[in-house]
């Protein structure tokens, strides 16, 4: 009963998972179906867990549990490289911005703002 009782909040989680990305975000629609598409990928897993154990079989991994941390950590590192990139392309409009701002409006030495 509790096996069950678990199951299904974690299958609930993981639908709100889905449900947010795909309708309150305002990422690009391949973001969005791959980030469904991982959730629908979890929803599998929750209810059927031995497929993850034959898919890491094939892989070689021993147990499914290890497989899926292990394909975490990789989707976790590819965020942070995404994160980490519009990062920078946000600091590069910023200093942008900042430039054109500051040629724009040029003041003298004694200026007060």
């Known amino acids: 009963m509790l096996y069950f009782f678990f199951k299904l909040v974690l299958l609930a989680s993981v ?4 449900y947010l990305v795909m309708f309150r ?3 690009i629609l391949a973001q969005r179906v791959f980030g ?8 599998v897993f929750v209810i059927v ?8 079989n094939l892989f070689g991994i021993g147990r499914g549990a290890d ?4 394909l ?12 980490y990139q519009e990062n ?13 701002l500051a040629l724009s409006s040029p003041r003298k ?5």
């Open 15 to 18: 639908l709100g998972f889905v």
């Open 25 to 27: 975000t305002r990422a």
């Open 36 to 43: 469904a598409a991982i959730g629908l990928v979890m929803c």
């Open 49 to 56: 867990p031995d497929l993850a154990t034959r898919i890491s």
């Open 67 to 70: 497989f899926l941390f292990y």
């Open 72 to 83: 975490s950590h990789a989707f976790i590192y590819f965020l942070f490289v995404r994160v």
């Open 88 to 100: 920078q392309r946000f600091q590069a409009q910023i200093t942008e911005l900042t430039r054109q």
């Open 109 to 113: 030495a004694g200026d007060v703002l």
